[in-house]
Antibody, heavy 122, light 109 residues
Framework: EVQLVQSGPEVKKPGESLKISCKGS????????IGWVRQTPGKGLEWMGV????????RYSPSFQGRVTISADTSTTTAYLQWSSLRASDTAMYFC???????????????WGQGTLVTLSS | SYELTQPPSVSVSPGQTASITCSGD??????GYWYQQKPGQAPVLVIY???ERPSGIPERFSGSKSGTTVTLTISGVQAEDEADYYC????????????FGGGTKLTVL
């Protein structure tokens, strides 16, 4: 059974750093893309980026390039999303998801983690 | 940046057919995908590659495409189908390989 299990909720202050995780199991973690998606309270889904764990090939959405870093560790089958300096606007639910690169050069996601809620509070 | 346009809300009575549309200029070339999200839960893929249904998704969910519009159709809607539905695709220029529509709230009356 494919599973993506994310780390627990976080409460941080603006300016602090943060790294959240997503552990995959039940499939070949190294050879499947992992994506990260943000959902702000009461709003829709925003794609942040994807990583191919086997070679760490990474692509970022233009909206998030330079703001976050995506990484993966094949030895622990875990992907990560990190910030060096959080902003109040980073308050959101963050989902990881297993991705596929289709024949039209786009991605889609078939299994999703349960989400990690990040709350910024001064 | 590339955008996908969905109606904010659709209402339907139980047993009727619900259709949710998603418009985007790249659709003649790009595939459309649909996700269902219930409150407090992660999204679930219900349609991929315009018309394909993942295993475990009920047959009442179907997808279609015509020109610049993809459509999710739910036949014989059940109360459990009440949820937010998001379309997803990408552009033709490889700048935005993942774009989500704004979401449609399906209400079962």
């Amino acid at each position: 059974e494919v599973q993506l299990v994310q780390s627990g909720p976080e409460v941080k202050k603006p300016g602090e750093s943060l790294k959240i995780s997503c552990k995959g199991s039940g499939y070949n973690f190294a050879t499947h893309w992992i994506g990260w998606v943000r959902q702000t309270p009461g709003k829709g889904l925003e794609w942040m980026g994807v990583i191919y764990p086997e070679d760490s090939d990474t692509r970022y959405s233009p909206s998030f390039q330079g703001r976050v870093t995506i990484s993966a560790d094949t030895s622990t089958t875990t992907a990560y999303l990190q910030w060096s300096s959080l902003r109040a606007s980073d308050t959101a639910m963050y989902f990881c998801a297993r991705g596929f690169y289709n024949s039209r050069w786009n991605y889609y996601f078939d299994y999703w983690g349960q989400g990690t809620l990040v709350t910024l509070s001064s | 940046s590339y955008e996908l346009t969905q109606p904010p809300s659709v209402s339907v009575s139980p047993g009727q057919t619900a259709s949710i549309t998603c418009s985007g200029d790249a659709f003649p070339k790009q595939y459309g995908y649909w996700y269902q999200q219930k409150p407090g839960q992660a999204p679930v893929l219900v349609i991929y590659d315009d018309t394909e249904r993942p295993s475990g998704i009920p047959e009442r969910f179907s997808g279609s495409k015509s020109g610049t519009t993809v459509t999710l159709t739910i036949s014989g809607v059940q109360a459990e189908d009440e949820a937010d539905y998001y379309c997803q695709s990408g552009d033709n220029s490889d700048v935005d390989p993942v774009v989500f529509g704004g979401g449609t709230k399906l209400t079962v009356l």
